[in-house]
């Protein structure tokens, strides 16, 4: 069974900054691309940052120079530094992985449960 867990949200004034953690556990084999996704109330999913096995990283416009996504491959891990908050940016935040469990399996898209990142003064 794989798991991704999301930590590290909160409430942040504007022009404040926020790291986010997500961890996968379980039976991992191999782990592709790793990404963020947020949704504000009313709004749909949308990709915030996405990285790939090869550490090629790709942003959403509207947080191109504020976030910046990394990973760690040997803790399973993938994090997001979100510096300069709005109150756009408001939403939950999702992490994603495509992830393998074993060689014998194609790779499977498993999400997070959600942290809430409040921007406000």
């Known amino acids: 069974q794989v798991q991704l867990v999301e930590s590290g949200g909160g409430l942040v004034q504007p022009g404040g900054s926020l790291r986010l953690s997500c961890r996968a556990s379980?039976?991992?084999?191999?782990?592709?691309?790793m990404a963020w996704y947020r949704q504000a109330p009313g709004k749909e999913r949308e990709l915030v940052a996405r990285?790939?096995?090869?550490?090629?990283?790709h942003y959403a416009d509207s947080v191109k120079g504020r976030f910046a996504i990394s990973r760690d491959n040997a803790k399973n891990m993938v994090y997001l530094q979100m510096n300069s908050l709005k109150p756009e940016d408001t939403a939950v935040y999702y992490c994603?992985?495509?992830?393998?469990?074993?060689?014998?399996?194609?790779?499977?898209?498993?999400w997070g449960q959600g942290t809430q990142v409040t921007v406000s003064s």
């Open positions: 994603n992985a495509g992830i393998r469990p074993s060689r014998d399996y194609v790779p499977y898209i498993y």
């Open positions: 990285i790939t096995s090869g550490d090629s990283t």
């Open positions: 379980g039976t991992i084999f191999s782990i592709n691309a």
